[in-house]
């Protein structure tokens, strides 16, 4: 089912949360809300769960006004970060619950738990507790029991948050492979943009209660709306005043390529499979480029070498306004 947030805005106090925030987001999607910690991305998920009331604007899911109904009249799904399982029930049961508060048939809980168990890959767990489960686990099992009375749509938010990096990325991918299985419209909360960008098929940047951009992954990246989303989405550095990624820099060696701007290798490090190429300008703007190894060792490069850095063709940049700004590696998360 569809849902269609337009002109929402809240505050607590005097403090400003949402700003005339307005997300159109079509039935079956799975949709990321990206940025920074405090930005009012739970803010809006809990708008739309109906948990925390808009101020103004109006919330519709699937064509009906929304805005005024309780939770639980808006068939929603939700799962928090800590997820809070009944700790003396089964796994089994703890899916089950919504099912047995809502009378469904035994037969039928028995068999619509089973096929989710199957589902999220915790058959084999079913009766054990959850203190018996590790934290991925215990979220895919919040995910069972989030789908298990089929809602309409299914609110995560941070799902994955309190996760080791590795366990993240497994569920991550699980998610993305769920979704394509169920199809059910989905939300989820982030600020982490690798999550975001690998798992969504469209993002929400917030930021300061405001929305920054909607797009793709590709959108985000290739067309990036300002400089808040470029910098958000990825490492950046500056060449002039023009925002780019590092590895949209090219290098080029040797008297006859004047092409770009003359500078001087300050330094070389290797990070994993790519280097990076710290090079000041004949300006003395600090700037930071990334090579493949194959790359590097074509050019033969050592420290202290003359050097052009330009902007390879069609890559994404944005203009800075603050030239005073640190133009070096920057990661935002
Ligand atoms: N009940 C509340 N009372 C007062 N302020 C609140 C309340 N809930 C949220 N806020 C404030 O509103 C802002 C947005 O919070 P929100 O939780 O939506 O941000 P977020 O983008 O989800 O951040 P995070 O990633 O840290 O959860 C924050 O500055 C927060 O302190």
Same mark, same amino acid.
């Given at each position: 089912m569809s849902i269609e947030i337009a002109n929402v805005g809240k505050r607590f106090g005097g403090f400003v949360a949402l700003d005339d925030v307005s997300v159109s987001i079509p039935a079956g999607q799975l949709t990321a809300l990206l940025g920074p910690s405090g930005g009012g991305k739970s803010t809006l998920l809990r708008i739309i769960a109906g948990l925390e009331r808009a101020d103004t604007g109006r919330v519709e899911i699937d064509g009906v006004d929304a805005t005024n109904l309780p939770p639980q009249k808006r068939n929603v799904g939700f799962v928090f970060q800590h997820y809070a399982a009944f700790k003396h029930l089964s796994v089994r049961r703890n899916v089950a619950f919504g099912l047995e508060i809502r009378k469904r048939d035994k037969d039928e809980i028995r068999q619509r738990v089973d096929e989710l168990l199957a589902l999220v890959h915790l058959e084999q767990f079913a009766d054990r507790l959850p203190a018996q489960l590790s934290g991925g686990q215990r979220q895919r099992m919040a995910l069972a029991r989030a789908l298990a009375v089929e809602p309409a749509v299914l609110l995560l938010d941070e799902p994955f948050g309190a996760l080791d990096a590795k366990v993240r990325k497994e569920l991550r991918d699980?998610? @993305? @492979?769920?979704?394509?299985?169920?199809?059910?419209?989905?939300? /989820?909360?982030?600020?982490?943009?690798? &999550?975001?960008? &690998? *798992? !969504?098929d469209e993002i929400v940047v917030i930021n300061e209660g405001r929305v920054e951009q909607i797009g793709s992954p590709d959108q985000l990246y290739d067309e990036p709306a300002n400089e808040f989303v470029m910098r958000f989405l990825g490492p950046v550095t500056q060449l002039g005043d023009q925002l780019v990624r590092p590895h949209d820099l090219q290098i080029q060696t040797g008297e006859? =390529? !004047?092409?770009?701007?003359? #500078?001087? *290798? =300050?330094?070389?490090? @290797?990070? #994993? /499979?790519?280097?990076?190429?710290?090079? =000041?300008? %004949?300006? #003395?703007? %600090?700037? !930071?480029?990334?090579l493949t190894r194959n790359e590097f060792l074509t050019l033969g490069l050592s420290v202290g070498d003359t050097v052009h850095v330009r902007i390879a063709p069609n890559s994404p940049t944005t203009t800075v306004a603050d030239h005073g700004r640190a133009p070096s590696l920057a990661t935002s998360a």
């Open positions: 699980w998610l @993305r @492979r769920l979704h394509d299985e169920v199809h059910v419209t989905t939300v /989820f909360v982030t600020h982490d943009q690798e &999550e975001a960008l &690998e *798992v !969504a006859s =390529t !004047a092409a770009g701007v003359p #500078g001087q *290798v =300050t330094r070389i490090t @290797r990070i #994993g /499979f790519e280097i990076r190429v710290d090079i =000041t300008t %004949a300006d #003395g703007q %600090a700037v !930071a480029v990334t």
